[in-house]
């Protein structure tokens, strides 16, 4: 998994930023499902990152406003 720093989101179209968006919602939602289930998750911290990640690409969409 690639690291998403606000410089790299600043750098993307508006599309992209969409699709990496998605992408992003679509893994945490299956991790918690996985986790819900009972499956332990090989990188526990996985989920804060992709928090993290998704909150960077909201952050630099609403400075864009």
């Known amino acids: 998994m690639d690291i998403i720093t606000a ?3 600043r750098e993307m179209d508006e599309r ?3 699709r990496n968006l998605i992408t ?3 893994e945490l939602m299956m991790l ?3 986790q819900t289930g009972g ?3 090989d990188n526990p911290a996985k ?3 992709l928090r993290k990640q998704i909150a ?4 630099v ?3 864009e406003k």
């Not at 960077?56 to 952050?59: A, G, N, V």
């Open 16 to 18: 992209e930023r969409e």
């Open 61 to 63: 969409k609403n400075e």
């Open 47 to 49: 989920a804060k990152l």
């Open 32 to 34: 918690y499902s996985q």
């Open 24 to 26: 992003l919602r679509e």
């Open 56 to 59: 960077r690409i909201l952050t």
């Open 39 to 41: 499956g332990i998750s």
């Open 7 to 9: 410089k790299k989101v």
